[in-house]
């Protein structure tokens, strides 16, 4: 009988310390879903995306303000209808990434860029340019703060890398926030990049990445990405614009 008792005791222990830890990563705005790099197929196996050639048109940029209208995500992603993200300051977390992504679309705009401002829910195979997932992070540990910038397990465009060094660059120097190097696999395994498990996914040659604008739990970081969300905004639109001008597709005029 003691034995039994202790042993239900350890697969007990066993399975809250693993609530705990799941429940600590899934703080993060990103939604969670388990995938590893091991996970993504290998890009030859999609003849459809084999030879794709960028359509001649202007540079396009996609924002994607995270758990936006998340009631409306498809059948395929049912489950995360009612992840709600992170909170913080009377604000929950889809409020806070809309009203950053408001503000980058208007300083594009002004810069003569076409930019659309997406929901929860990726249209099939979607492409742009630039695909930005803006979420906001949260933490029991009401400390934690700093920004964060991931891209996809497998970049097939291979451009992530540099697009990530211009926001990181501008965001640091604007916001004066720390980077955070917790890059969890949720970020990673961003329901919006997996093309070759969701229909509702960027097209593989789209280059994007998801940041994690700051801390919604934090009220230091809440004086930016809540009361001063044209501040992130600048910041991130400013490195958009970098990038692209490396690309050749916009000029410093």
Partial sequence: MKKNFVILFLILSA????????????????????????DVPKFGSFEWARDWVRPDVPAKVAIQAGHYKNDELPDE??????NDGSAG???HEWEVNLAISREIKTILDENG??????????????WADVFIAIHADGSEDTSKRGFKIAKPW???????????????NEYE????????????R????????????????IHPMTTAIIFETGFLTNYYDRQIIVNRPDIAAQAIAR????????EGLVTSD
Avoid: C
Avoid at 154 to 168: E, N, P, T
Avoid at 173 to 184: H, K, L, M, R
């Fill in 89 to 91: 300051g009377g604000k």
């Fill in 15 to 38: 399975f809250f310390a693993f609530r705990l830890l799941t429940s600590n990563e899934n703080q993060s705005g990103a939604p969670p879903y388990g995938l590893s790099e091991e």
């Fill in 239 to 246: 490195g958009v614009i970098r990038y692209l001008e490396s």
């Fill in 173 to 184: 120097t604007e916001t004066g926030f720390s980077w955070d190097d917790n890059i969890t």
């Fill in 113 to 126: 860029i076409e930019v659309e401002i997406l929901p929860a829910t990726v249209p099939p195979r979607y």
């Fill in 186 to 201: 949720n970020m990673r395994g961003y329901y919006a990049f997996s093309w070759w498990r969701f229909e509702h996914a």
């Fill in 77 to 82: 992603l049912e489950r995360l209808r009612d």
């Fill in 154 to 168: 497998r970049d097939f465009s291979g451009k992530a890398d540099r697009l990530i060094s211009y926001l990181r």
